[in-house]
């Protein structure tokens, strides 16, 4: 069992940054995989960025370059450093831990980017 709860989102205008945090906590020995995922009204729910408990990393094609993923080890507190925002970032942020028996997800943080 692994609880997730995200925070640092705001209300941010194009071209700055944010930091997304998310902290995890019960049994993460088990975490396999972390990750964020968004989702803006209307639409489908993407990959943000992923990172494994070794390390590596994977990203959403609209997001490389500009975001980077990364983690403490063991996998308690995830981070997503978010640059150059644009207004299409705008979405609400959810959190997500893999482990091998399911998937636990956050209740989310909202990202709007603004002028």
């Known amino acids: 069992q692994v609880q997730l709860v995200e925070s640092g989102g705001g209300l941010v205008e194009p071209g700055e940054s944010l930091r997304l945090v998310c902290a995890a906590s019960?049994?993460?020995?088990?975490?396999?995989?972390m990750g964020w995922y968004r989702q803006a009204p209307g639409k489908q729910r993407e990959l943000v960025a992923t990172v494994s408990s070794g390390g590596s990393t994977n990203y959403g094609d609209s997001v490389k370059g500009r975001f980077t993923i990364s983690r403490d080890n063991p996998m308690n507190t995830v981070y997503l450093q978010m640059n150059s925002l644009k207004p299409e970032d705008t979405a609400r942020y959810y959190c997500?831990?893999?482990?091998?028996?399911?998937?636990?997800w956050g209740q989310g943080t909202q990202v709007t980017v603004s002028s």
């Open positions: 997500n831990a893999k482990t091998v028996v399911g998937i636990y």
């Open positions: 019960g049994n993460i020995f088990s975490i396999q995989t």
